[in-house]
């Protein structure tokens, strides 16, 4: 599966070539991110993912850490460049995300972006400086362990069954220049999508929801039934899951308060 990931980041993200997604990407190839779920390489995910890098013309792709289990692999990364429609201002957001293979090809990913972080940079004319790259992601992995993975599994379990309130009040959400501005949401339910387990790191993508309680800007009033979708990278030690990396996608709070506002604008007589 490296080499599919390999190709994946520099023969089809940084060398912008859907060709080359083609030749390692399921036809029928699955992107979950946020509530959006986009079903079929050529006929949503390219689009999707062009009219991207229209966007940033110069978009660069560099990880911070990779964990595979041989049959998943999970990045954390960052994607940076200047933006076409904002000349001279650039950013750098940080992104987690987890990939399956199956039959010899890429076949579906979960992935949070800090979307929220990098409209912040854009607005400001300031990027952030990417963070230091993993020096050589491709090599020395460990070889897949089932019992790590169940491990890990319930490890994971436990610690979002836990969860009351998001952010955690342990763990860095959403590093960065805007990564103080968090909705505050009071937790109903959480759901893990998709996890990778390598030695004693862990990635995971899950979905929360609950009540909002504010902390976001101009977005609405608490009280408001919201989802949030994370993507984290963390540590296994004692069963216990600690050192959390987290990127929330807080965009998709802030359409899900504007839509309940602009619901109740609609029946004010």
Same mark, same amino acid.
Do not use: K
């Given at each position: ?46 689009? $999707? ?6 966007? %940033?013309?110069?978009?660069? %792709? ?14 954390? %990364? ?24 199956? &039959? ?21 004319? #300031? ?16 070889? $897949? ?24 009040? #342990? ?20 759901? /893990? &999508? ?5 030695? =004693?790191?862990?990635?995971? &993508? ?26 984290? %990278? ?9 050192? /959390? ?19 109740? =604008?609609?029946?004010?007589?």
């Amino acid at each position: 599966m490296l080499d599919l990931m390999r190709r994946y980041v520099h023969g089809f993200v940084n060398a912008q070539d859907p060709d080359a997604a083609r030749s390692i990407m399921a036809a029928d190839y699955r992107l979950h991110m946020g509530s959006d779920t986009l079903v079929g390489r050529d006929d949503q995910y390219l689009p $999707a993912v062009l009219h991207q890098m229209a966007q %940033f013309p110069g978009l660069g %792709f560099s990880i911070h850490e990779l964990i595979t289990d041989g049959t998943r692999t999970a990045l954390l %990364f960052s994607e940076h460049g200047h933006a076409e429609r904002s000349p001279g201002h650039g950013a750098a957001w940080r992104g987690v995300s987890i990939y399956r293979a199956e &039959n010899g090809l890429l076949a579906e990913c979960w992935v949070e972006q800090d979307h929220f972080g990098r409209r912040h940079q854009l607005a400001v004319g #300031e990027a952030e400086p990417v963070r230091p790259v993993a020096l050589d992601p491709w090599s020395a992995h460990e070889p $897949a362990d089932d019992t790590r993975r169940e491990q890990a599994e319930v490890a994971l379990q436990q610690w979002l069954g836990r969860l009351t309130s998001w952010p955690p009040a #342990e763990g860095a959400v959403d590093a960065g220049s805007s990564g103080s501005t968090q909705p505050r949401i009071e937790v109903t339910s959480v759901v /893990l &999508n998709a996890f990778v387990v390598e030695g =004693a790191r862990v990635a995971f &993508n899950a979905t929360i929801a609950g009540t909002y309680r504010g902390g976001l800007p101009d977005a609405g009033d608490p009280g408001v039934p919201v989802t949030t979708a994370i993507g984290a %990278f963390a540590r296994l030690a004692d069963g216990e899951l600690t050192d /959390l990396d987290a990127i929330s996608n807080r965009v998709l709070v802030q359409r899900q308060l504007r839509a309940a506002r602009e619901g109740t =604008a609609s029946r004010t007589p």
